[in-house]
């Protein structure tokens, strides 16, 4: 176990909402490797609270990048500089002794600042309701292959089940758009045989709440990049095809509406 | 400290936000950022189209005075038994127009989104990992290109910029004249090879960004995308930075 030493971290200070914020340096003398970067803030607070100051605030959970609580734009990048990779799972023998580390909160319209580092994802939330709910029947356990699913199609939905919603497809977008994240949650319900029923009317939604909040994709493609799940951008393909056919079958189909 | 920092509105638990009354749908297609973004794509590739088959064409000037002008007579005379003539030339020309029309205004709408998606900056440095030059400078890229094709027209449509600083003037109808005596000024024949690589990596970008947009992405062809837009991109700048060259090399010439 090695340690890195004289590290400076450049982090976003903010008081609340209304506050204009800056950066401001500490050092960290000495950390050990092995320590994930929001352990390394861990210490920093601790450091910080022993001084009788004001802890860091960040957005933390699981730590064990599944719950797509963490965000972090670390050196321009983010989630940092590993790729498919949360905060949380970023170790800091990423960095080298020596190293200014700069970190930021996510910045977007729709993510306003909390305090720090600390962003208000919600209009993610509202993307999610817009999309409502699956009409699968309830009641007890179906049978595990009552539906068949062929699978590659059940790996594909899979692959966009992986989005955790951590918001670091609208942070690396150059433009704010979150069409990764509204793709990601469109196509996996959409390419199963359970979310055929809504299909349509739950692109259009999603689609639709999209606009109220976020930017537009150019196809930068930094989404992909910097999404911690590595989810692919072929899934806004996918969504752009299918919110156009949900536009020309609601005239078509009434009864779809 | 106040935690609610942004108005919401009620969870409905419905599908479907029910919205005001529906427009017609292309217009209802169009006013969401995705929808621009067919439009984009659909009069991207109607310019496309033109663009290339404007190099093409104007590729017959390798063949001499007699043949680019005859090119340049029939495109007036098309379809000529049915349509009267030049209609046919100025229906294509409302058609350009038309998509030159909804392509700057869905990239303006779209980019006044954008700006408002990100109404604070990022305060450090950014360092991104896959988005390009060409995908960067697509704004800029297209108002080149736009004030651009203001002057190619002033020079060899209108000719009102055709005789400046040159002995010649302009003729109507000899294509082939008031192109060489227009490319004979190099600082001419440098405006049309700049703008054309312009043209070059707004191409690059747009070609491959209208797959992704129109939802194009057959697993099949998807490896294709990109060289289909290099493949366009560079022919396009190739064949027709080839013209300015070709006047001042004197290959094209009186």
């Known amino acids: 176990m090695s340690h890195l030493e004289n590290l400076v971290l450049k982090i976003w200070r903010q008081n609340g909402p209304g506050d204009a914020g800056r950066f401001q340096s500490y050092r960290i003398d000495r950390i050990s490797d092995e320590a994930s970067f929001l352990e390394m803030l861990d210490v920093l607070n601790e450091k910080l609270i022993g001084e009788g100051l004001e802890a860091i605030t960040f957005d933390h959970d699981c730590r064990e990048g599944i719950c797509g609580t963490c965000s972090l734009m670390i050196d321009g990048r983010a989630h940092g500089p590993q790729k498919g990779t949360a905060t949380c799972q970023l170790h800091m023998r990423m960095f080298k002794s020596g190293d200014t580390i700069v970190v930021e909160p996510w910045r977007a319209t729709a993510f306003p600042i909390i305090k720090d580092l600390m962003v208000d994802r919600s209009a993610f939330d509202r993307i999610i309701e ?7 029947s309830t009641g007890g356990a179906p049978e595990a292959n009552l539906t068949p699913v062929p699978k590659p199609v059940a790996d594909a939905a899979m692959d966009a089940a992986e989005c955790i919603g951590c918001g670091a497809c609208v942070a690396a977008c150059p433009n704010g758009a979150a069409n990764l994240f509204a793709a990601a949650k469109v196509s996996h319900l959409n390419l199963l045989p359970q979310g055929q029923a809504e299909r349509w009317s739950r692109v259009q939604a999603m689609v639709e709440s999209m606009d109220d909040y976020f930017g537009s994709c150019t196809n930068h493609g930094e989404c ?29 189909l009434i009864s779809q509406q | 400290m106040a935690q609610a920092v942004q108005s919401r509105p009620p969870v409905t638990g419905s599908a479907v936000t029910p919205r005001k009354r529906r427009k017609f749908f292309l217009l209802d297609l169009y006013s969401t950022a995705v929808g621009k973004k067919y439009a984009m794509a659909i009069s991207g590739i109607m310019l496309i189209g033109f663009v290339l088959a404007h190099m093409i064409g104007n590729l017959k000037m390798f063949l001499g ?41 869905a990239a303006y709408g779209l980019t006044i989104l954008n700006h408002q998606a990100r109404s604070v900056k990022y305060q450090g440095p950014r360092d991104y990992q896959v988005a390009n030059f060409a995908s960067r400078t697509m704004r800029w890229s297209g108002i080149i290109v736009f004030l651009f094709l203001f002057w190619h027209l002033a020079d060899l449509t209108w000719g009102w ?64 995308r990109r060289y289909i837009a290099v493949g366009i991109a560079t022919m396009i700048v190739v064949g027709n930075v080839s013209f300015p060259l070709a006047v001042l090399a004197g290959i094209v010439g009186e």
């Open chain 1, 130 to 136: 817009s999309g409502g709910f699956i009409t699968a």
């Open chain 2, 161 to 224: 910029w055709n005789a400046v600083g040159n002995d010649g003037t302009f003729v109507r109808g000899d294509v082939y004249g008031n192109v060489v005596r227009s490319f004979e000024r190099v600082p001419v024949s440098v405006l049309y090879i700049v703008a054309n690589i312009a043209l070059g990596f707004h191409l690059f970008h747009g070609v491959w960004s209208l797959f992704q947009s129109m939802g194009w992405n057959n697993p099949r062809f998807k490896a294709w």
């Open chain 2, 65 to 105: 005075a007699e043949d680019f002008n005859h090119y340049g007579e029939f495109l007036r005379e098309l379809l000529v038994p049915i349509l009267p003539r030049t209609v046919a030339l100025w229906l294509m020309r409302f058609g350009l127009i038309a998509a030159v029309g909804v392509h700057i205004h």
């Open chain 1, 224 to 252: 992909e990049a910097a999404c911690p799940k590595e989810i692919s951008i072929d899934f806004i393909a996918l969504m752009h095809s299918d919110y156009l056919k949900a536009k020309i079958k609601d005239r078509k």
